[in-house]
């Protein structure tokens, strides 16, 4: 149906009312193709009072509306799928000229795109926007300018699977042909004076790749961009600000600005994420860490900086109540031989009272790098982390630092030993103060278990020894050394807070070396 409403042509100028158009059909294709590349299909398209002046070869057009769009591509598959559907278009005070194209704003309703072609869920579209506003757009052929973009309500799903991300059903393999750094040159500016995303925007994400599938969902998402700048000659920054909800409880926000000169972006944010439930991510440390997740929260404060390809990044994580499950077929977790020990062990050096775990992650490197991995900096630097955070706190207990070539905490996590007196078990005022610094490690750190293990020596027989003897009984150094082990024992469970569970002792031992000293020697 084409309906034409009162159509005046004069020879300077051309004037029409109103067009109207019903159920329009349209297929684009190449020559020497046997598919459609495009095509549209549009339920409804009414344009009023649009005036041609032919003298200065300018139209104006009052409005243009239309109902049920629907763009049609062709996708891997070589079918024709909906790339795009609006369900209303409303387009107010356009005029067009040979150099420039305004329009005073466009309204759209019921957005959705990309298709979904493979059964994979119960949505119709990767990615939907229930209304999007633009106002003051200038369009020439070197620059799109927008004074604001407005999107509300968007959804998108993203899947990953064997194949795959979704998305990627829309990606046509290049032709051979085709110069990428053509389409680059060819592409010209675009600047937004302010974007804004709001109104219960959400995410999902479905990750079909693990043992499990996960998903995950930011909801609420608040998004603001100020001076958003594409392909443009000065580098004046581009302001963001955001926040949203990660899955129940969780919440991320942060704010910053970015540059992107010459593709080569340069960006400097920072925000906070809090209450993120890690055990949504077991899957993931299943199959990285070896460990799976049986209970913590995640309280993130982040800063990341990238200039000339290079990133630098700090992370400051707090985990709360963060437990791990033990290891079975997987015993050998690959965090632990970088360790030397376990990993939950390595977890619980670091716990304090409240049963929260503090590490700081400084990430660095060049982004352009082939072998870049932003996953396998995390890992190396999170391994770095945990070893430094052991340190820090453990060196006052006599052990040896990292600077002296140790390879893992197994070899790291020696403390010295409590020396006595050949036939004593008087502690001296140096043993009492290394056995202090024990007992406040232990109330700051209360899921740490200590071994306590006396060992006498040929100095406490020497004594009473003579040229003649011929046997010797090792009962009376034995119970000499459980003395001293008791001693030990009991001065550090004078401290009220310390429960006697924590403090093992040992099979006393004898030593027959003459260099050895008497001692008490105290490890994790």
């Not at 409005?63 to 107010?92: P, Q, Y």
């Not at 869920?121 to 926007?129: D, F, P, Q, R, W």
């Not at 925000?271 to 439930?277: A, F, L, R, S």
């Not at 965090?335 to 619980?348: H, R």
Request: charged share 25%.
């Amino acid at each position: 149906e084409f309906v034409v409403s009162e159509l005046s042509a004069q020879s300077q100028a051309t004037r029409l009312k109103q067009l109207s158009i019903n159920d329009i059909h349209f297929l684009a294709q190449q020559i020497d193709d046997v598919f459609a590349d495009s095509g549209v299909s549009l339920g409804f398209l009414r344009i009023k009072d649009l005036n041609w002046n032919n003298t200065t070869a300018t139209t104006q057009i009052e409005s243009i509306s239309g109902e049920k769009l629907f763009v049609k591509l062709r996708a891997f598959d070589n079918k024709m799928h909906t790339g795009l559907t609006l369900g209303a278009l409303t387009v107010k005070n356009t005029q067009i000229s040979e150099a420039l194209t305004t329009v005073d704003s466009i309204i759209i309703d019921q957005i959705g795109a990309l298709e979904k072609i493979v059964e994979s869920s119960e949505i119709e579209y990767l990615t939907g926007v229930n209304h999007l506003a633009i106002s003051n757009i200038n369009l020439s052929s070197q620059k799109l300018q927008l004074d604001q973009l407005s999107l509300f309500g968007l959804s998108s799903l993203f899947i990953l699977d064997s194949d795959g991300l979704n998305i990627s059903q829309w990606m046509m393999p290049m032709s051979k042909g085709e110069d990428i750094a053509a389409k680059e040159e060819a592409l010209f500016a675009i600047s937004i004076a302010d974007i804004s995303l709001t109104d219960n925007s959400q995410i999902t994400l479905i990750d079909k790749s693990t043992e499990n599938s996960v998903q995950q969902v930011i909801k609420n998402i608040d998004v603001n961009v100020k001076n958003l700048q594409l392909g443009e000659s000065n580098k004046e920054p581009s302001k963001l600000i955001y926040s949203a909800l990660f899955g129940d409880s969780g919440t991320i926000n942060g704010k910053g600005y970015f540059i992107s000169p010459d593709n080569n972006i340069e960006l400097d944010i920072a925000g906070q994420m809090k209450n993120v439930d890690l055990v949504n991510l077991t899957d993931y440390s299943a199959r990285f860490i070896g460990y799976r997740i049986d209970s913590g929260l995640l309280n993130l404060d982040y800063q990341v900086k990238i200039k000339d390809n290079k990133i630098d990044a700090k992370l400051n994580n707090l985990f709360e109540k963060f437990n791990l499950a033990t290891l079975q077929e997987h015993e050998q977790s690959p965090m632990n031989e970088e360790l030397g020990i376990p990993l939950p062990l390595a977890l619980n050096l670091l716990r304090d009272g409240d049963d929260n775990i503090e590490l700081d992650l400084p990430i660095s490197g060049d982004v352009d790098a082939p072998d870049f991995s932003v996953a396998s900096i995390i890992s190396i630097v999170t391994m770095k982390a945990i070893k430094e955070a052991v340190i820090y706190n453990y060196s006052p207990l006599g052990m040896i630092s990292l600077a002296s070539g140790i390879f893992d905490l197994a070899t790291a996590l020696r403390f010295d030993p409590i020396i006595f007196e050949p036939q004593t078990i008087v502690l001296t005022d140096k043993s009492k103060q290394q056995l202090d610094k024990v007992a406040k490690i232990m109330v700051d750190k209360p899921k740490v278990k200590f071994v306590i293990c006396a060992q006498a020596t040929r100095s406490d027989r020497v004594v009473n020894e003579t040229p003649v003897e011929k046997t010797f009984e090792p009962q009376p150094l034995l119970d000499l050394a459980k003395q001293r082990q008791i001693m030990v024992l009991d001065y550090i469970l004078t401290n009220k807070a310390i429960e006697s569970s924590r403090l093992i002792g040992c099979n006393v031992k004898l030593s027959n070396d003459s260099k050895s000293k008497p001692k008490v020697e105290i490890s994790i």
